[in-house]
C-alpha cells in the first residue's frame, strides 16, 4: 500500500519560514510528477508548485520567488521551502503525485492527508 505523509507545519510569525515535508512510503519504483496544493478554509485548492520526475519546476504566481519545490527520489520525498511567509499563505497544504508505480500496481493520483500551516501577522 502506498501512502502520501506530510509533515513539518506549524504556527509561524509573518516572514518567517517553514520546511514542509512529503514521504511517499511503500514498495516504490516510480514517481511522477508531485505537487503541493493548498485549502484555505472557505476557498478552493490552489496549486502551489510542481516538480516533474527530472526536476522541471512551476509555481503558482502567489508564491513565486518566495517558495521552492525540490524533490529526492532516492528517499521518494518532495519537499516545500516557504520563506517570506504571510498570513494569507495560512492553509492546510496537501502533497499529490500523479502516479506512483510499485512492483504490481499503479496507482493513479495519490494525496496525502494534509498538514496545517497558520502564519501569524
Known amino acids: 500500500q502506498v501512502q502520501l505523509v506530510e509533515s513539518g507545519g506549524g504556527l509561524v510569525q509573518a516572514g518567517g519560514s517553514l520546511r514542509l515535508s512529503c514521504a511517499a512510503s511503500?514498495?516504490?519504483?516510480?514517481?511522477?510528477?508531485m505537487r503541493w496544493y493548498r485549502q484555505a478554509p472557505g476557498q478552493q485548492r490552489e496549486l502551489v508548485a510542481g516538480?516533474?520526475?527530472?526536476?522541471?519546476?512551476n509555481y503558482g504566481d502567489r508564491v513565486k520567488g518566495r517558495f521552492t519545490i525540490s524533490r529526492d527520489n532516492a528517499k521518494n520525498t518532495v519537499y516545500l521551502q516557504m520563506n517570506s511567509l504571510k498570513p494569507e499563505d495560512t492553509a492546510v497544504y496537501y502533497c499529490?503525485?500523479?502516479?506512483?508505480?510499485?512492483?504490481?500496481?499503479?496507482?493513479?493520483?495519490?494525496w496525502g492527508q494534509g498538514t496545517q500551516v497558520t502564519v501569524s501577522s
Open positions: 511503500g514498495s516504490i519504483r516510480s514517481i511522477n510528477s
Open positions: 499529490n503525485a500523479d502516479r506512483v508505480s510499485t512492483p504490481t500496481s499503479v496507482i493513479i493520483n495519490p
Open positions: 516538480i516533474t520526475s527530472t526536476g522541471t519546476t
